[in-house]
């Protein structure tokens, strides 16, 4: 049997969404909507808030399930930092498979999370991500058509085959991950592909989809409490 633990990577220095995981949303913070939903997350080996400021640590004080992985200060600078710095803190993990929860989705569930963990254990990839069908058409770098090849078709929802990264979590080898320092190889099932519920697939990236996101969180949690 596999054993998997989850991490939520977490730092104030983004650069797109200044300090969106702390920053008012729908009253509470993104970062404190994820730390709810880890804190009960008892289907892991271990559940981590992996953080290199004391600000975020606090945050953590309520969630007694939840504990702290230390980061190093390069590895939270704004920007895209060097991988082995960035994700360094994963070693520290003590499990075979390291399962990574993305705070800015707040629609991501618990459910959806547990179907995914279960099925990394009941499997045997070395890497796994989060996928939804889509029919959007995507070009190369030089104009030529990579999704949609088909003149006669001008949709974007007759041909969905294709899968569309959400980046809302992934889990990979910790051992696969030490030996080589690549998390996958971008080759056919390398990271295996999990399909999760679409509409759970909001993710804040940009000042409007934190906007967006925090409608869409507000109108479903009226809609629960009704």
Same mark, same amino acid.
Request: hydrophobic share 40%; charged share 25%.
């Given at each position: 049997?596999?054993?998997?633990?989850?991490?939520?990577?977490?730092?104030?220095?983004?650069?797109?969404?200044?300090?969106?995981?702390?920053?008012?949303?729908?009253? $509470?913070?993104?970062?404190?909507?994820?730390?709810?939903?880890?804190?009960?997350?008892?289907?892991?080996?271990?559940?981590?808030?992996?953080?290199?400021?004391?600000?975020?640590?606090?945050?953590?004080?309520?969630?007694?399930?939840?504990?702290?992985?230390? $980061?190093?200060?390069?590895?939270?600078?704004?920007?895209?930092?060097? *991988?082995?710095?960035?994700?360094?803190?994963?070693?520290?993990?003590?499990?075979? #498979?390291?399962?990574?929860?993305?705070?800015?989705?707040?629609?991501?569930?618990?459910?959806?999370?547990?179907?995914?963990?279960?099925?990394?254990?009941?499997?045997?990839?070395?890497?796994?991500?989060?996928?939804?069908?889509?029919?959007? @058409?995507? #070009?190369?770098?030089?104009?030529?058509?990579?999704?949609?090849?088909?003149?006669?078709?001008?949709?974007?929802?007759?041909?969905?085959?294709? *899968?569309?990264?959400?980046?809302? #979590?992934?889990?990979?080898?910790?051992?696969?991950?030490?030996?080589?320092?690549?998390? @996958?190889?971008?080759?056919?099932?390398?990271?295996?592909?999990?399909?999760?519920?679409?509409?759970?697939?909001?993710?804040?990236?940009?000042?409007?989809?934190?906007?967006?996101?925090?409608?869409? @969180? *507000?109108?479903?949690?009226?809609?629960?409490?009704?």
């Amino acid at each position: 049997m596999r054993s998997i633990s989850v991490v939520i990577n977490a730092r104030t220095q983004s650069s797109r969404v200044p300090r969106k995981l702390v920053r008012p949303f729908a009253g $509470r913070t993104l970062l404190d909507i994820a730390l709810e939903k880890l804190n009960r997350m008892d289907f892991f080996e271990h559940r981590y808030l992996a953080v290199a400021e004391d600000a975020l640590k606090a945050m953590a004080a309520p969630y007694p399930n939840v504990e702290i992985l230390h $980061r190093d200060a390069a590895a939270v600078q704004k920007g895209v930092n060097p *991988q082995n710095v960035t994700f360094a803190h994963y070693f520290q993990v003590p499990s075979d #498979f390291v399962f990574v929860m993305n705070p800015c989705l707040p629609c991501l569930s618990v459910d959806t999370i547990r179907g995914a963990r279960d099925y990394v254990e009941r499997t045997n990839y070395t890497a796994y991500t989060a996928v939804i069908p889509t029919g959007e @058409w995507i #070009f190369d770098p030089d104009g030529n058509p990579v999704t949609n090849t088909n003149p006669k078709d001008l949709t974007t929802n007759k041909n969905r085959s294709f *899968q569309k990264a959400t980046h809302a #979590f992934y889990a990979i080898s910790k051992r696969r991950y030490a030996e080589t320092g690549l998390m @996958w190889s971008f080759t056919r099932d390398d990271p295996h592909l999990v399909t999760m519920p679409e509409d759970e697939a909001v993710d804040v990236d940009t000042e409007i989809e934190f906007e967006l996101a925090e409608r869409v @969180w *507000q109108r479903r949690n009226a809609e629960q409490a009704k």
